[in-house]
């Protein structure tokens, strides 16, 4: 059998070049999708022709998409946003939890495109369902390596659109193919066996903790995880492929199947340390995924563009409702990421391709549209594909400042305090009332400033957002009680600490998320451990800024109920104290570490970091 290899070449070869062209240009390597897409359309039919018809070479770009869908899903973080997920649902988690920012962002351009979709039939005379289901569908093909390429795909923000995304897909998948389903055979239950992914979905789980549990599987798996064998790579890719398989079987879209294989196995490797996810990387990156990019140039129906005359009208309001629709529900990312931000994120989750252009074949075959609004369509993906990456990146490259921790005052108190969440690492900002303290703080390289008069005034041009913690920690009791008041009751922020003595009976809410601090029970706490632990509260003060204790939750499924002995915690600290469900012991080398519990740890700066690596992940 003669295989032609040299489409594989020149689209290989291209696949080489761009990286190596843009680095040498200095441009960032966010453009490289648009890049292969458009040597795909100079390489492809329509311009040079270089591209012999080859089935093998379709069939690697399938794989190549699926491959991209999968990564994606493995790149959403399930346990930490379980975890971040609120007992009692409250207002504030609405623009501060990742999961349900991403739902209402989704749910928010659904429901924008129903009277976007109403106006282009008033004005073009469009099909108000079908367009209704176009609008929100975003391209995860074109924002996931841009994420990538930015290093946000493993931040917040880059969770929140990735999640937005991938919920996008997954919806969008589901409702063209009840919709369709409906056109042609009327509603039948059938269509809705996409269900029984979702229950495949919890089956594989359960069984795969019940297969990590057995010893032997265990080490089968480190035995061959490396040379010839990569059991766990392959492992990897029987999933993937279960899942597409089980789409198939159902009549679904096969990215359905994709994305939740790449979740599912998100759920049992740690982000950090797992060389599978390397080998993973390089695989899908380094060969399936430029191939699906540069096919996505090669096969795009340039011919559908010669009616674009008769499209004008349609590619503009089209253009429109996709940045309205995206726009507008993403700035419930404001509060937390900056009003850029924000903006940013909204225009690269307009960008349209695949699912887009697939949607319109759908909607061509079952006749809602007709060949002049296909050719809108596709020139509308092609256009905000084009720019929404390159606004994104206008947007995003200044850095908006943003503090998570703001500290009123000026005292000795805030002096100590903020040395200490320093330490810690945190986003921390002193604004001081005291300007006499300005020299200790700059002596000791801490964040702040001064502030001419700090009152309510002042509080309103700072931009403090839900998520952010308030510390009002004056040395006026007159001044913090007028601060907190004016916090909590006109500017509803909830997330505050003050001290006791500084608080009205009208603040105080045992439900709430104010806190307060009482002075003289903390300093006749201090006095305590003085009397009664002498030695351990002298060493401890002589070597602050050496040695810090700190509390840590166990996060990390991966240690789940591992013994103390078989986690390689750092030699320069030490584990002290295990609370779990109320009780409180002392752990030893065989004491289990169960999710959930907090375990307060000591060590110098270097040993908490890799405490709160290994248990929080």
Not at 8 to 35: D, E, K, N, R
Not at 173 to 190: A, P, T
Not at 455 to 464: E, R
Not at 584 to 604: A, M
């Amino acid at each position: 059998m003669d295989i032609n290899y040299t489409p594989l070449f020149i689209i290989i070869a291209i696949a080489w070049l761009v990286p190596l062209i843009l680095s040498w240009l200095q441009i960032s390597g966010s453009y490289a999708v648009i890049l292969k897409i458009i040597l795909g359309v100079v390489i492809g039919p329509y311009v040079l022709d270089w591209m012999a018809e080859t089935p093998y070479m379709d069939f690697l770009s399938k794989t190549g998409f699926l491959f991209l869908i999968f990564l994606a899903g493995l790149e959403i973080d399930v346990n930490k946003i379980i975890a971040s997920l609120p007992r009692k649902l409250r207002l504030s988690d609405m623009v501060s939890n990742t999961l349900i920012m991403a739902t209402i962002i989704y749910f928010g351009s659904l429901l924008l495109s129903i009277p976007a979709a109403w106006l282009m039939n008033q004005m073009l005379g469009v099909d108000i369902v079908f367009f209704t289901l176009l609008l929100p569908t975003v391209a995860v093909s074109i924002t996931v390596p841009i994420l990538k390429s930015e290093g946000q795909l493993t931040r917040r923000f880059g969770q929140v659109l990735l999640m937005e995304g991938a919920i996008a897909t997954v919806m969008s998948i589901i409702l063209i193919s009840i919709y369709s389903g409906v056109l042609n055979k009327g509603f039948q239950v059938e269509l809705l066996l996409f269900a029984v992914i979702f229950v495949v979905f919890v089956v594989t789980y359960i069984v795969g903790k019940r297969l990590l549990k057995v010893r032997t599987f265990q080490k089968l798996l480190y035995t061959l995880e490396h040379a010839a064998s990569q059991i766990r790579v392959r492992g990897a890719v029987a999933l993937l492929l279960f899942f597409v398989i089980v789409a198939h079987l159902i009549n679904t879209e096969l990215v359905m199947g994709a994305f939740f294989a790449g979740t599912l196995l998100s759920m049992f490797v740690s982000k950090e340390r797992s060389a599978l996810l390397f080998k993973l990387d390089g695989m899908s990156y380094g060969f399936f995924i430029p191939i699906f990019f540069i096919m996505v140039g090669v096969n795009l129906d340039l011919s559908a563009l010669s009616n674009f005359q008769e499209s004008i009208p349609l590619i503009f309001t089209l253009v429109a409702g996709f940045y309205i629709i995206q726009i507008i529900p993403s700035l419930i990312m404001t509060r937390i990421f900056g009003i850029k931000k924000a903006i940013a994120g909204g225009m690269l989750n307009t960008a349209r391709m695949g699912l887009c252009i697939a949607t319109a074949q759908i909607g061509l075959s079952l006749g809602v549209i007709s060949t002049a609004d296909n050719a809108g369509i596709v020139a509308s993906a092609i256009i905000v594909s084009l720019v929404s990456p390159m606004i994104y990146r206008l947007l995003s490259s200044e850095k908006e400042e943003h503090h998570g921790i703001y500290i009123f005052g000026g005292s000795k108190a805030s002096l100590h305090l903020a040395e200490r969440l320093n330490m810690h690492d945190s986003s921390c900002i002193t604004y001081l009332q005291n300007k006499q303290m300005a020299p200790e703080f700059d002596r000791k390289g801490i964040n702040h400033e001064d502030a001419d008069k700090l009152d309510t005034d002042f509080l309103n041009t700072l931009n403090i957002r839900r998520s952010d913690l308030v510390i009002v920690l004056t040395e006026s009791r007159v001044l913090n009680l007028e601060l907190t008041r004016h916090l909590k009751n006109e500017l509803k922020h909830t997330k505050i600490i003050t001290r006791k003595q500084s608080a009205a009976h009208d603040l105080i809410d045992p439900q709430g998320e104010l806190k307060i601090v009482d002075h003289d029970e903390v300093l006749a706490g201090h006095i305590e451990e003085m009397v009664t632990r002498p030695n351990a509260v002298g060493t401890l003060q002589e070597s602050f800024g050496t040695y810090r204790v700190e509390e840590i939750h166990i996060k990390r499924k991966d240690i789940h109920r591992k013994l103390v002995k078989e986690v390689a915690f750092p030699p320069s600290g030490s584990l002290v104290i295990q609370r779990r469900n109320g009780e409180v012991f002392i752990p030893h080398g065989d004491t289990h570490l169960l999710l959930g519990d907090i375990i307060t740890v000591i060590g110098n700066t270097s040993a908490l970091h890799d405490f709160r690596d290994i248990l929080e992940g």
